[in-house]
């Protein structure tokens, strides 16, 4: 048996937000370096130049101090266009959705303006994220029409830094690839590990452990 909910009480009076409490908005854009790291009008025509990109992103995103070790790309699959790419931006825009797989998600549907990446008339679209996506992120990868996941890093090599990725199974694979979502795991992941142990060395902060 369950009980009834404890009733919260308010206090009297809050402390002053800056946004009236029915108009919050939320903004989200890419930090300005990300023009120094993505060429929009060349072709990423291999596994390794997608990933070598996503991986890219992540050190910039270390090394600039904008986020945590964890980059991501979309790309059309077939011309293999930078049709977005995500850094973890959970600290900087105080917002625990915007891993890199989301902010890529949220970028490439702008651009495309649709809420699907697999719209009729739409060309395939793929995944590259430098480490094993965490629970969100694997879910929002079946929303997102995304195709084919490729990641680099492990979730185990995450989790030494103490990066939790929550409840991801096996099972939770099989029912993406029984949708037809080809899985791709560890492609460079030495390089992505790298980026992972050099936030570890700048002692970068830890925001879900
Ligand atoms: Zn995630």
């Not at 395939?124 to 995304?146: D, F, I, N, Q, R």
Request: with cysteine; net charge neutral.
């Amino acid at each position: 048996m369950v009980g009834p909910l404890p009733r919260i009480r308010f206090p009297a009076s809050f402390p002053p937000m800056p946004d009236k409490p029915s108009r919050p908005v939320v903004h989200i854009e890419y930090p300005d370096w990300v023009d120094s790291v993505v060429d929009w009008n060349r072709a990423y025509v291999s596994d390794e130049d997608r990933m070598r990109l996503a991986i890219d992103v992540a050190r910039e995103n270390v090394l600039r101090g904008t986020g945590g070790p964890f980059g991501a790309a979309v790309f059309e699959a077939e011309s293999g266009r930078a049709v977005s790419v995500g850094m973890n931006s959970v600290v900087r825009l105080n917002n625990c959705a915007l891993h890199g797989e989301m902010v890529a998600f949220m970028m490439a549907q702008q651009r495309v303006r649709s809420f699907t990446l697999n719209a009729p008339g739409l060309p395939e679209h793929h995944l590259y994220t430098s480490c094993e996506p965490c629970a969100m992120c694997l879910g929002a990868t079946l929303w997102s029409g995304v195709r084919r996941v490729v990641y680099g890093a492990a979730r185990e090599d995450a989790s030494l830094l103490n990066f939790e990725e929550g409840p991801v199974f096996p099972e939770s694979y099989a029912y993406l690839e029984a949708r037809g979502i080809q899985i791709e795991r560890n492609l460079l992941r030495d390089d992505a590990r790298a980026v992972l142990e050099l936030y570890r060395a700048r002692s970068g902060k830890i925001y879900n452990g």
